[in-house]
């Protein structure tokens, strides 16, 4: 049984950082991509990060220079790491996986069941 779990939300001031830990059992992060997805209230499913299996990284361009993904494959576990986060940040935090490279939503076939990141003064 695949399980993904995050942790790591929280409330944050504007400009302040936060990381974000995916955690998974059944699963072994580095023979599958890991994305990071984003849904603020009323709003899709936004893509926000991936890393490959060979570790290659993709970003939004909303996020790109602020954010970094990384995985420590000993922990099996998958870091997002926030810096310089806005309000617009806000959003329920979403680790998934799939055996593809894509940045769509779809093709992604476990996740987790996400963590609310406010970023508020």
């Known amino acids: 049984q695949v399980q993904l779990v995050e942790s790591g939300g929280g409330l944050v001031q504007p400009g302040g950082s936060q990381r974000l830990s995916c955690a998974a059992s059944?699963?072994?992060?580095?023979?599958?991509?890991t994305g990071w997805f984003r849904q603020a209230p009323g709003k899709e499913r936004d893509f926000v990060a991936l890393?490959?299996?060979?570790?290659?990284?993709g970003y939004a361009d909303s996020v790109k220079g602020r954010f970094t993904i990384s995985r420590d494959n000993a922990k099996n576990t998958v870091y997002l790491q926030m810096n310089s986060l806005k309000p617009e940040d806000t959003a329920v935090y979403y680790c998934?996986?799939?055996?593809?490279?894509?940045?769509?939503?779809?093709?992604?076939?476990?996740w987790g069941q996400g963590t609310q990141v406010t970023v508020s003064s």
């Open positions: 998934a996986i799939t055996p593809i490279l894509t940045r769509d939503s779809s093709g992604y076939d476990y």
């Open positions: 059944g699963r072994t992060f580095s023979t599958l991509v």
């Open positions: 890393i490959t299996q060979s570790g290659w990284t």
